[in-house]
């Protein structure tokens, strides 16, 4: 256990469905970071937040909404997806950017779009 | 633009044995730093160690140690004492420092360890 929480574990929607993926830390943590990580291909930063402004957002499709409402929380709203986007979706936390601090990730969200 | 590459997908090692996994990066930083991380079946990516480009000294925890070297820009890690706990993926990763935190990961090496 990291201190990284993310909920759900597994989640299965349709292309038509709304859903939202919640990432939680506790450990003081700065920035916070959403990657999604696919079989054999490097993990893909997705969105990074620091100090609750979002910093980076890698050209990802606008039918991924994510949300910071304070240093501890970080989500992932879903909509529409395309069953490419099934994946791992990692969350992680760190110490402030450009200090060489490492990050810390959660177990992750198995989603699965049908 | 910085890449990491893991050219050893998937590898095996006898329990107690020493396995070499590497990797390689790509960049024009001249400070960054470098870490290994584990990710077992339960899917928590987990730290196993971490090198500062600045530091010549390979670094070393208990039975993980790094093989740096920064002109080549070769980064692999040494698992000696193999343990059926060390089955995992394991991924590369660069980070360069700067006010945008960004890692970099490779493709990751999957690991056996074989009784």
């Known amino acids: 256990e990291t201190g990284v929480t993310q909920t759900p574990r597994h989640l299965v929607m349709g292309m038509t469905n709304k859903k939202s993926l919640k990432c939680e830390q506790h450990?003081?943590?700065?920035?916070m970071y959403w990657y999604k990580q696919s079989a054999k291909k490097p993990l893909e930063l997705m969105f990074v937040?620091?100090?609750?402004?979002?910093?980076e957002n890698n050209s990802v499709p606008s039918r991924f909404s994510p949300e910071c409402p304070n240093s501890s929380h970080l989500f992932l709203h879903l909509h529409t997806l395309q069953p490419e986007d099934s994946a791992l979706y990692l969350c992680?936390?760190?110490?402030?950017?450009?200090?060489?601090?490492?990050?810390?990730f959660g177990q992750g969200t198995r989603l699965t779009v049908v | 633009a910085q890449t990491v590459t893991q050219s050893q997908p998937e590898m095996s090692v006898q329990e107690a044995e020493t396995v070499t996994l590497s990797c390689t990066y790509d960049t024009s930083e001249s400070n960054y730093y470098l870490f290994w991380y584990k990710q077992p079946p339960s899917r928590q990516m987990i730290l196993v160690i971490r090198?500062?480009?600045?530091?010549?000294q390979n670094a070393t925890e208990n039975r993980f140690s790094v093989n740096f070297q920064k002109a080549a820009k070769s980064f692999s890690l040494k698992i000696s004492d193999s343990q059926l706990g060390d089955t995992a993926m394991y991924f590369c990763?660069?980070?360069?420092?700067?006010?945008?935190?960004?890692?970099?990961f490779g493709t990751g090496t999957s690991l056996t360890v074989i009784p």
């Open positions: 450990l003081g943590h700065n920035a």
């Open positions: 937040y620091n100090f609750k402004e979002q910093t």
């Open positions: 992680a936390s760190s110490h402030d950017p450009g200090q060489g601090f490492w990050a810390f």
């Open positions: 990763a660069f980070m360069k420092l700067t006010i945008r935190n960004q890692f970099y």
């Open positions: 090198q500062e480009a600045y530091k010549q």
